[in-house]
């Protein structure tokens, strides 16, 4: 089966620096997504994007992050000034179509984020 | 807004018993659910969905969920647990938009 890779699985950051979390999505697909796990604590929603736009976000995706698809393969995710808080896991998830009924999101296997 | 309640944290099974992880879902219209399996080191796998008609739906590696509308309910169901299934549950609840809600995952133990 088709897998969503993300690197670094670890990243570990001073606070106040900028991060980066890479993507990979699946290449035929169309949607993409980011979630994250802060631990012990629920997945949550961060931003979907399609389109090379951004199609929702919630209330967590504020102006520190940003989201690009630069190169047609990756797909991105920045945090300009990290915080203490944003130490959780990161998922990325891509699928063909989207909306409510879209059947199948691939999730990739997370990267853990560390802010010192 | 959407919401989705887990109310176990942990759930501990010898194997070859029988499974069922509960999930409560807060949604005014019908849902679209969903439950997810994480293992270790592993992305969140789709196990099953449900959208709309026959209200218990089949699963990859055994599983099954019945959507209970009057309940608010979709619990998932194995009847017969293999050591290969300790992972961690999530169960999902999508409305009328992208955005997928979690509930907090149920962590599966699996026993000898």
């Known amino acids: 089966e088709p897998e969503v890779t993300q690197t670094p699985s670890h990243q570990v950051t001073q606070m106040g620096q900028e991060v980066i979390l890479r993507c990979v999505p699946i290449?035929?697909?169309?949607?993409f997504y980011w979630y994250r796990q802060i631990l012990g604590q629920k997945v949550e929603f961060l931003v979907s994007f399609y389109n090379n736009e951004i199609s929702e976000k919630s209330e967590i995706f504020d102006d520190q992050f940003s989201v690009e698809r630069p190169d047609g393969s990756n797909f991105t995710l920045k945090i300009r000034s990290t915080k203490l808080e944003d130490s959780a896991m990161y998922f990325c998830?891509?699928?063909?179509?989207?909306?409510?009924?879209?059947?199948?999101?691939?999730f990739g296997s997370g990267t853990q984020l560390s802010v010192l | 807004a959407q919401s989705v309640t887990q109310p176990d944290i942990h759930i501990t099974v010898s194997e070859g018993a029988s499974l069922e992880l509960r999930c409560n879902y807060s949604?005014?219209?019908?849902?679209?659910l969903f439950w997810y399996v994480q293992s270790p080191g592993q992305g969140l796998q789709l196990l099953l969905k449900y959208f709309s008609g026959d209200t218990l739906v089949q699963g990859i590696k055994g599983f099954e969920a019945e959507f209970k509308r009057s309940q608010s309910s979709f619990n998932l169901r194995k009847p017969s647990v293999h050591w290969s299934d300790a992972a961690e549950y999530f169960c999902a609840v999508r409305g009328g938009n992208e955005k997928l809600t979690f509930g907090t995952g149920t962590r599966l133990t699996i026993i000898p």
């Open positions: 949604y005014g219209a019908t849902p679209y």
């Open positions: 998830a891509s699928s063909v179509r989207g909306g409510a009924t879209n059947e199948k999101l691939f």
């Open positions: 290449s035929n697909h169309l949607y």
